[in-house]
């Protein structure tokens, strides 16, 4: 493998390959149509107890439908959440409160308070809000901007507080093919900004070319996107190599029931091999490594 760092420049997003040069800052515009709306949205957190030396997996998962907005909390690999509630004021009235439950031996507390949370488009509160997970005596995870205030309250300061990472989010975007949202690739790292887009070429729909924008630098565009509908490329972020791929093969040949599918997914070492072929996946489970993955549902 030839020296992939040789071809980065100075600034904060970097194109990898095909070749050495990226695209032109002024290349992402934001366009005129309306942004998708998302559905759901799941983040799972790598958990590490410093009492017990041991790893856990939170996912906590909000969504918002006609009927109103929701909140579930799953543990480890449990397909099933031991949490769950609706938000929606007239089914469900609990909008502070706190359950304990038991999962994988350990006893585990969930305190939350959802009554002055605010909401922009999505099913996510934005403030207003907490999340509090405790697991076997140790504050495992903590949400929302006024979670500290209700820790200072409820727990007295000896009270380990575990080390957590966010290792993976899920975002179900419905809409026009516009999409738009954030992600911060390590803990150290800062929030980008994401914009993906599928328009026609100098405006002729026949002819649909995708690109991906963060931080309103173009890293990849696709053209002849009917025949290109599925790829990879790498890109330099944060000095990381993250992989991005993208499949829209159901915009085209199943619109009605597919959606198409983003992904980008963070990788350690030059020579490691791109995050698709398993068998070469990084094991050491002390490594944390982020991936967002995002279902589009275009309007047909």
Not at 15 to 24: I, K, L, N, Q, R
Request: net charge neutral; glycine share 4%.
């Amino acid at each position: 493998m030839r020296n992939i760092i040789s071809c980065f420049n100075e600034t904060a997003v970097n194109v990898s390959h095909p070749s050495c040069s990226s695209y032109s800052t002024n290349a992402c515009i934001t366009p005129s149509l309306v942004p998708s709306v998302q559905n759901a949205v799941a983040a799972t957190y790598k958990v590490f107890l410093s009492s017990q030396n041991k790893q856990y997996l939170i996912k906590v998962s909000w969504c918002k439908n006609q009927t109103g907005q929701g909140l579930s909390i799953n543990f480890n690999h449990d397909p099933w959440p031991c949490f769950k509630l609706n938000t929606n004021l007239r089914f469900f009235r609990k909008m502070k409160g706190s359950k304990a439950i038991e999962s994988d031996h350990s006893n585990i507390e969930i305190f939350w308070d959802l009554s002055a949370a605010k909401y922009n488009a999505g099913p996510e509160p934005v403030n207003g809000f907490y999340v509090i997970v405790t697991v076997d005596s140790e504050i495992g995870l903590i949400l929302g901007d006024t979670a500290e205030e209700e820790i200072n309250k409820r727990f007295t300061s000896t009270i380990p507080v575990a080390k957590s990472s966010l290792v993976s989010r899920q975002e179900h975007c419905s809409g026009n093919t516009l999409y738009s949202t954030k992600a911060q690739f390590c803990d150290t790292g800062i929030s980008h900004d994401i914009l993906i887009r599928c328009s026609g070429e100098h405006g002729d729909l026949k002819h649909p070319v995708l690109s991906v924008c963060i931080d309103n630098k173009t890293v990849i565009r696709v053209k002849r996107l009917q025949w290109n509908f599925r790829g990879n490329q790498t890109i330099f972020v944060d000095g990381l190599l993250v992989d991005l791929m993208w499949d829209v093969h159901d915009w085209f040949f199943n619109p009605t029931a597919g959606s198409a599918v983003f992904m980008f997914r963070t990788r350690s070492g030059l020579d490691s091999r791109l995050w698709l072929e398993e068998k070469w996946v990084h094991k050491d489970e002390d490594k944390v490594e982020f991936s967002l993955l995002i279902y589009a549902c275009k309007n047909t």
